[in-house]
């Protein structure tokens, strides 16, 4: 008898949470970078939003007191656009201490680059779940110090 309710149990375990997930359309972003070489990841608040008619990309993320936000204005599909047309900020702990730095047409050693990746059913940039791939050189707000970001990308499952 025991058995019995164990597998019951255990079978509507599954189920119930099968039915949960099947239930949630809702996607989860992961974005990730590697800032001077080290892997940095997202933990919270990851988001990414495309605008076909403008080209507009914007994408955001957290971890800790760290938050990286990219946004570029002109991108097509699969084509890797520079910046600093756009911009890209990062607040980074680096040295103990928590500092801004920026990719941005105001900043002339800035470089970087940006790519959207994805389509959805009907061949067309994918609005509410873009792909994006991304890199760049950030500076502090007195240009004496900066960040490498290789290897940023969004993505969602």
């Known amino acids: 008898m025991k058995k019995v309710t164990l597998a019951a149990s255990l079978f509507s375990f599954i189920l119930i949470n099968a039915c949960n997930?099947?239930?949630s359309n809702e996607k989860s972003f992961t974005l990730e970078m590697k800032v001077d070489g080290v892997l940095w990841t997202?933990?919270?608040?990851?988001?990414g939003i495309f605008?076909?008619?403008?080209?507009?990309?914007?994408?955001?993320?957290?971890?800790?007191n760290e938050i990286i936000n990219l946004n570029r204005d002109s991108l097509t599909l699969n084509a890797t656009s520079?910046?600093?047309s756009g911009s890209i900020t990062v607040n980074y702990v680096k040295g103990g201490s928590l500092k801004i730095?920026?990719?941005?047409?105001?900043?002339?050693?800035?470089?970087?680059?940006?790519?959207?990746k994805t389509i959805n059913e009907s061949g067309i940039p994918n609005v509410k779940y873009p792909e994006v791939d991304f890199s760049g050189v950030l500076y502090?707000?007195?240009n004496a110090d900066s960040i490498v970001i290789t290897e940023g990308k969004l993505r969602y499952q």
Not at 51 to 64: D, H, I, Y
Not at 101 to 116: D, H, I, R
Request: charged share 25%; aromatic share 4%.
């Open 42 to 47: 997202a933990a919270k608040n990851q988001t």
């Open 21 to 23: 997930k099947e239930d």
């Open 51 to 64: 605008t076909p008619s403008t080209g507009k990309l914007s994408l955001t993320g957290q971890k800790e």
């Open 140 to 142: 502090d707000p007195f």
């Open 101 to 116: 730095y920026t990719l941005s047409a105001s900043k002339p050693k800035t470089k970087g680059s940006v790519t959207l």
């Open 82 to 84: 520079i910046m600093p």
